[in-house]
Nanobody, 121 residues
Framework: QVQLVESGGGLVQAGGSLRLSCAASGHTFSAATMGWFRQAPGKERAFVARISARGISTYYTDSVKGRFTISRDNATNTVYLQMNSLKPEDTAVYYC??????????????WGQGTQVTVSS
């Protein structure tokens, strides 16, 4: 399995930007699709974005298209989520995940501890 550690969360005003990072350890990183999910208080964990093993294919949930960009660097075992034009409704704990492909959290086998993103209005 892949071990994952997220960083880069924080408090930002609406319209601002944050860049989340997810550092992975384990020899399978470069072969794994990576995903970002988020969980707001009182809500289920929800899909945000995913990127294929070589970074060729990406997919986003509709609410973040055009604002968020997922990328990865297989040389450093890191996946990123660049978040621009942030809105208060983006407030959540953000998790990176590995071992899956689809949009359901149940498909992913490895998870980080999460990083809090808070967007003030």
């Amino acid at each position: 399995q892949v071990q994952l550690v997220e960083s880069g969360g924080g408090l930002v005003q609406a319209g601002g930007s944050l860049r989340l990072s997810c550092a992975a350890s384990g020899h399978t990183f470069s072969a794994a699709t990576m995903g970002w999910f988020r969980q707001a208080p009182g809500k289920e964990r929800a899909f945000v974005a995913r990127i294929s093993a070589r970074g060729i294919s990406t997919y986003y949930t509709d609410s973040v298209k055009g604002r968020f960009t997922i990328s990865r660097d297989n040389a450093t075992n890191t996946v990123y989520l660049q978040m621009n034009s942030l809105k208060p409704e983006d407030t959540a704990v953000y998790y990176c995940a590995a071992g899956g492909w689809g949009v359901s959290p149940r498909e992913y086998t490895s998870w980080g501890q999460g990083t809090q993103v808070t967007v003030s209005s």
